[in-house]
């Protein structure tokens, strides 16, 4: 079992940055592949970014290509999400997901385990 928990979220100004941070439990985090999905009011979740279990590849939903990035520390068990240039369409909800296969999908059904969520609202 894996226990994930999201932290970083906040108010932020439009074209400003903010990190995200989400912390895991268990041995074997250094196998899971990460990722980070958001929701918005009114909205399905959707995908954001993805990163290998390794850290060697990652992957990006297209709207935020360019201006968040995702990152995974293995000694630390933690994954981070770097939002730069940030617009009030990214206001949302931001969930992270461990998959157990190592695997870094964009879907939701790739993923095993899911945090809390933490909410980042950009005010323009």
């Known amino acids: 079992q894996v226990q994930l928990v999201e932290s970083g979220g906040g108010l932020v100004q439009a074209g400003g940055s903010l990190r995200l941070s989400c912390a895991a439990s268990g041995r074997t985090f250094s196998t899971y592949g990460m990722g980070w999905f958001r929701q918005a009011p009114g909205k399905e979740r959707e995908f954001v970014a993805a990163?290998?279990?390794?850290?060697?590849?990652?992957l990006y939903a297209d709207s935020v290509k360019g201006r968040l990035t995702i990152s995974k520390d293995n000694a630390k068990n933690t994954v981070y999400l770097q939002m730069n240039s940030v617009k009030p369409e990214d206001t949302a909800v931001y969930y992270c997901a461990a998959a157990r296969s190592g695997y870094y999908g964009s879907t939701w059904q790739d993923y095993d385990y899911w945090g809390q969520g933490t909410q980042v609202t950009v005010s323009s």
């Open positions: 990163i290998k279990w390794s850290g060697s590849s990652t």
